[in-house]
Structure formats: structure tokens, C-alpha cells
T-cell receptor
């Protein structure tokens, strides 16, 4: 399974757009890119998934360049409640491999 | 529509004891995976059950075993508990093994081994 690299932590302010970039140099042809959000003492929650180009849903956008060696999760106009750990995962039908994730801290 | 349900929510066991954790998957899901999450770390994959059989396994010793029932619910058993087994145990369900896609996680069982 492809290994992912993300920043350990990020700070931002309420109302700002936050972009979290994930590196996955060894991504395989069949791999999808999936992002999860986790609050303390809760299970991870699916945010968004993509294969290439751009995917947008009601909570986030996912940008994937043509070489698919990285991806960027974009959270528009964050609020205090977006403070959480965000995990980038790469894989297909296989088991999920979580890295350490990015701790996002939103400041008032 | 109920999501993934895990029981119990908290558990305290003594070193050397055995523990059983339970999981009911989201309605419509047929695959259950179990994860161990130590404090401050990402979840670590233990194993996955599909059609009542263990389909994949992570790097965990045989002390960790599981079972899936015909109704797709699952149990995680841990024997000879060690202090290092203290963690949040997460159950995730999905459809037909698409774990990399849209798995639904439960809130977990917090196991403390003393």
C-alpha cells in the first residue's frame, strides 16, 4: 500500500479556507485517495474520496494533480468545530492504512 | 438509519484476562474491520471479516481473534491482556470490502488494562 505523508499539525482562523496537502509518491493505478476526519474519542468519519482531478461535496473539495502523487483537501470557511485530526489514505479494496494524520487547530 | 454500534463503550480489565468487544455494522453493510488506536496515534488495522471469514489481517498477534455472525455483526476477542493493549478499539463497516472507500466507523470501545 502506498505510504502517505502529511503535515503533523496546522493552525488556522475561523472563516479561512484551509488546505491540507498529502504526498503519496507510490500511489498505484487502482488506488483511490480518501480523507477522514476524527474528533477526540470518536471514530473517523469519511469526508471525501477521489481518483483524479477535482471532487467536491457539501463539506470539502479534493484536488488531485495529473500525476496523482499528491492531493489537497480544501475546507472552505472553517469554524471552531472543524478542529480535528485529518487522515489521508490511499488504497483500493484493501485494508485501510492510517498514518499519523494532520492535527488541525482552528482559532477564533 | 443506525450507524455502527459498538459495545461496551468503556471497559477495565486486569492483565492476563480475556475480553470480548462487539460490533453491529451499519444497515446494508456486510464487511467489518477492526482497528486499534493508541492515544495520539492513527488507527491500526487488526483484521477484516467478510462472509463470516477473516479475509485480511494486520500485524497483530494471535491473541487477537474475531468472529463474524450470519447477521454481519462481529466480535473481537483479545486473550492474555497486556498493559499495552490499552487503547480505543474501533469497528468499521463497509459494503463488500470497499474499506478504502466509504467505511463507517463506530465510536469505539475504550479498553483499559490495569
Amino acid at each position: 500500500l502506498a505510504k502517505t505523508t502529511q503535515p503533523i499539525s496546522m493552525d488556522s482562523y475561523e472563516g479561512q479556507e484551509v488546505n491540507i496537502t498529502c504526498s503519496h509518491n507510490n500511489i498505484a493505478t487502482n488506488d483511490y485517495i480518501t480523507w477522514y476526519q476524527q474528533f477526540p474519542s470518536q471514530g473517523p468519519r469519511f469526508i471525501i474520496q477521489g481518483y483524479k482531478t477535482k471532487v467536491t461535496n457539501e463539506v470539502a473539495s479534493l484536488f488531485i494533480p495529473a500525476d496523482r502523487k499528491s492531493s489537497t483537501l480544501s475546507l472552505p470557511r472553517v469554524s471552531l468545530s472543524d478542529t480535528a485530526v485529518y487522515y489521508c489514505l490511499v488504497g483500493d479494496r484493501d485494508k485501510i492504512i492510517f498514518g499519523k494524520g494532520t492535527r488541525l487547530h482552528i482559532l477564533p | 438509519d443506525a450507524g455502527v454500534t459498538q459495545s461496551p463503550t468503556h471497559l477495565i480489565k486486569t492483565r492476563g484476562q480475556q475480553v470480548t468487544l462487539r460490533c453491529s455494522p451499519k444497515s446494508g453493510h456486510d464487511t467489518v474491520s477492526w482497528y486499534q488506536q493508541a492515544l495520539g496515534q492513527g488507527p491500526q488495522f487488526i483484521f477484516q471479516y467478510y462472509e463470516e471469514e477473516e479475509r485480511q489481517r494486520g500485524n497483530f498477534p494471535d491473541r487477537f481473534s474475531g468472529h463474524q455472525f450470519p447477521n454481519y455483526s462481529s466480535e473481537l476477542n483479545v486473550n492474555a491482556l497486556l498493559l499495552g493493549d490499552s487503547a480505543l478499539y474501533l469497528c468499521a463497516s463497509s459494503l463488500d470490502g470497499w474499506t478504502g472507500a466509504r467505511s463507517t466507523f463506530g465510536s469505539g470501545t475504550r479498553l483499559t488494562v490495569v
